[in-house]
């Protein structure tokens, strides 16, 4: 690297660090550090709003704006890119202030900032199988949504978070055909006849459990227990008869994964996924409000027609054909 380099780095260096260490005037009232917060917020400056949301909640812990500004913190967090300080920051809310009107944004905050806690702008980009990753940010987003669910039912947030638990819990039972398969190629049969009854038994209603059936029929059929096996594929012959295993009379299994059903998954996860979905906003006063609620809209429109729920015409328009060819990445 020349000097040259080494000098723009340095300056870049600097620069950064001069613009992180600002120094807020300690005359600045309570109103006016949220005003001025809002503001980042508007000019999606969010580096600059944490920091005035977190002088306001410590110059005024009990001020009228204090629990306004956590809230507001968890947000500015996601945006900037700080999916922990996100989520200490909801767990930090809904442990102070259990009763607050607005305690489902926090639970919610909570669920998506595990659902994008793994989506990388690499991993945003590239079309990578998110059912082969380690499922334990799914698991903590499903749980997360399913909190929010059960306690607050009627909340604004409840139907994104149900439609997104839909799809945590396909990939969740892609993710355990995967490990079954792997298992078959290790010669671990019976562990992958367990997997794929796992699967059957906790995953009904997904694409995965047609794969779980024909796991099944293999390991049992590698391990010479024809009267399970024949059960298990006579299950599938009624309720899937068109699975790629199925070739007439006869059951020819892969030891990868259907690859229809493979596709179809991938494109769930690809519509879904390729674009990290902003959450709306709980302030209808604020610039969050104002911006979040397009790009709400704009993400309910990419969810895969599996799981979409039937939207009115009006909402349905105002996205260009540009927007939709590109995902809504240039928006």
Known sequence: MSMKHFLLVGLLAFLSACASNQVLDESLSESELYLLAQQDLDANSYNAAVEKLRALESRYPFGRFAQQAQLELIYAYYENQEPDAAKSSSDRFIRLHPQHPNVDYAYYMGGITSFTRDRGIFERFLPLDMTRRDPGAARDSFNEFAQLVSRYPESRYAPDARLRMIYLRNLLAAYDVNVGHYYLKRQAHLAAANRGRYVVENFQQTPSVADGLALMVEAYQRMAMPEL???????????????????????????????????????????????????????????????????????????????????????????????????????
């Open 229 to 331: 096996a024949d059960t298990s594929l006579a299950v599938l012959r009624a309720n899937y008869p068109e699975h790629p295993s199925l070739d007439g009379d006869t059951f020819r299994h892969h030891v990868e994964p259907a690859q229809r059903e493979r596709g179809r998954f991938n494109k769930m996860a690809g519509d879904l996924m390729n674009k990290v979905m902003t959450p709306p906003s709980r302030n209808a006063g604020t610039q969050m409000e104002r911006e979040m609620q397009q790009q709400y809209l704009q993400a309910r429109d990419a969810l895969p027609r599996e799981i979409r729920t039937p939207v009115q015409a009006e909402e349905k328009q105002g996205r260009s054909i540009w927007s939709r060819m590109t995902f809504g990445l240039f928006d």
